[in-house]
């Protein structure tokens, strides 16, 4: 892969996170785990280039994301939909979603796990961690029926400052 600058991305954010997906990969090279998400979004705060990731707190990724300063994202060529469903739909706690896929995971040159073959590998550094709060919805009853219940926490928002971007 190759580094560019954020700024020279020419993929379109909304595709890429809305109908790509990206596999959120957080952890040490001897201990990680990657789960799908489609929430979120890239941009910039504070004058840098960032991503923002809405995950779930009982999501096995979220607690590598909370134990490591750093994570990746990885955007995968669509023969690997069938994969991403998969790290979707199942929980590193019960299967090892590695052996179970056709994902093969690199180390990165500042020693984060991505996603071998990734068409995008983004570089995150984690700059602000919030869970959200039910009080903070202009209409929480509008979204909480569909999306929120006792087995489905309210999202924690992960800010990263994008510390590299790897195009193919
Ligand atoms: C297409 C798709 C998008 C998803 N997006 C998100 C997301 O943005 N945030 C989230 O918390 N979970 C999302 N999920 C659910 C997690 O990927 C799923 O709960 C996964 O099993 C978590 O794996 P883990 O327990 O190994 O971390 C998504 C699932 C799919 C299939």
Redesign the pocket.
Known sequence: MKQIDFTELKQNPAELIGKQ?MLITAGTPDKF?T??????GLGFLWNRPVAF????PN????GFMDEQAAFTLSFMPEKYRAD??F???????DVDKMAATSLHAHTTPNGLVAMDDADLVLECRKMAVATMQEGDFIDFAEVSPQWYDPTNPL?KVYICEIAATYVR
């Open positions: 997906w785990n789960m799908t998400a489609s929430w979120g990731v809405f995950v779930r999501r096995h990724t979220a991403l469903i790290c979707g739909r199942n929980s590193g706690r999202h």
